[in-house]
């Protein structure tokens, strides 16, 4: 096994957090202390929102106007899933699984846009599905 995460062998050694990957949270503490977890939430908290503002277009009158917001969040989406693979490549190095959501991400939810509106609304659902599955193999 490796040194404990934040104890040091010398003064002059950094500390390594490789040592995360071996180690299984036990606490909720441990869980949300953990960088990569906080940046995994706060993605999903946000395709959660974006989910939601684009169920509230559905009205045609209303599409127009909110249509730049959901792109926008869209947007907002994926630089934080890219800060989410930058930190846990950092801590504990991505898994073929992190980068095939973040490739969902940005190729599959665009081109069901001009599918259909509910195709897009279930893609962009299992992608939300996906974000959890990270969060629960990846990271816990």
Known sequence: ???????????????????????????LSEVFSHPSFLTILA???IVIANIMIGVSMLPKDVRKKRYKLHRAVYGVVLISLGI???????????S?????????????????RRWNVTAHAIVSSVGLVLLVGIAAFSIL
């Open 43 to 45: 993605t999903i908290l």
């Open 1 to 27: 096994m490796g040194q404990p995460v934040g104890v040091r062998l010398s003064p002059s050694a950094p500390i390594s957090f490789k040592v995360l990957s071996n180690m299984q949270a036990t606490s």
């Open 96 to 112: 073929w699984f992190n980068y095939f959501v973040m490739v969902y991400f940005l190729t599959v939810i665009p081109l069901s």
């Open 84 to 94: 989410f693979l930058a930190v846990t490549h950092r801590l504990l190095d991505n």
